[in-house]
């Protein structure tokens, strides 16, 4: 019986290029996950606003793991998976959260600023957030509208490692994007969000699951850790981020055409092995 393909992706750096955030080397790979019964989880420290928006672009509609593995949202079509406590109905959602309210991490983020040199995303403009990530003004105002997780600038990094102490003994943790660092809850990361979404749809696929991810940055090593077939992109330069798994795979290339290329291959001998 054939198993469902799953494809957890990171998105800046990986599916979208980390300057222009385009997907357009990745359309090939695309155009086959839509052709096929493979399904695409958009993995990433990203809101759900900035997901939403670019699933409409892509022309998908599946699960989602959103800011950081705080939260994996389904569409409602998948009420038959979901009969377990623990998920939140919120049209046109059901939810699984396993990070903490945005409001208790800006609470303790008010209490570092005292201590640190350091501006979370709610502390800056729209704007602010437009020249630090290169996105035009709509799309750094739906970076802003967190729910779970905070990303920060921090003037001295050397305190980094103070940051992260004063953050376990809040029940929180510091995590490292493509871009910025994030303050997150301890109980999240993007595996554990990989994992509970893996176990869910396999119990309702006959054929069971073989599952795929792919990132570049550090918070997607639990990611990467969590299925069969990890692929490392390399950032925009072309060096890898220090990563050492059995069966681990390198793309050629960085961002959207790396990613199509490893995708494409990976399609390519699933099928040959199930045809």
């Known amino acids: 019986m054939k198993r469902r393909v799953l494809i957890f992706t990171d998105l800046d750096g990986s599916l979208l290029d980390h300057d ?17 019964d493979v399904t695409l989880v958009l993995t990433t420290s990203k809101t759900r606003v900035e997901i939403e928006a670019l699933q409409t672009e892509l022309g998908i509609r599946d699960p989602f793991i959103a800011e950081n593995g ?100 809040e029940g929180l943790k510091v995590t490292a994007g493509g871009r910025f660092h994030h303050l997150i809850s301890a109980n999240q990361d993007k595996g554990l969000a990989v994992v509970k979404l893996k176990e869910i749809l396999a119990a309702h696929c006959p054929g069971g699951v073989v599952t795929v991810a792919l990132g570049d940055s550090p918070n997607d090593l639990m990611m990467l850790e969590s299925v069969d077939i990890p692929i490392l992109i390399p950032q925009s330069g072309g060096q890898y981020q220090e990563v050492s798994l059995p069966r681990l795979r390198k793309a050629g290339k960085p961002g959207s055409r790396g990613w199509n290329e490893s995708v494409e291959r990976v399609l390519d001998e699933l099928q040959k092995n199930t045809g």
């Open 20 to 36: 222009s955030y385009s997907f357009e080397g990745a359309l090939p790979a695309l155009a086959r996950i839509k052709e096929s």
């Open 70 to 169: 705080a939260a994996i949202y389904f569409p409602a079509s998948y009420s038959d998976f979901l009969i377990e406590d623990g998920v939140a109905v919120r049209p046109p959602y059901l939810v699984i959260v396993l990070g903490r309210p945005y409001s208790e991490i800006r609470r303790f983020l008010d209490t570092l600023k005292r201590r640190f040199p350091v501006k979370g995303f709610g502390d800056l403009s729209t704007d602010d957030v437009a020249r630090l990530t290169g996105l035009p003004e709509e799309k750094a105002q739906w970076a802003r509208q967190r729910e779970y997780t905070e990303p920060f600038v921090l003037e001295d990094l050397d305190r980094l490692d103070e940051i992260d102490e004063w953050a376990k003994r």
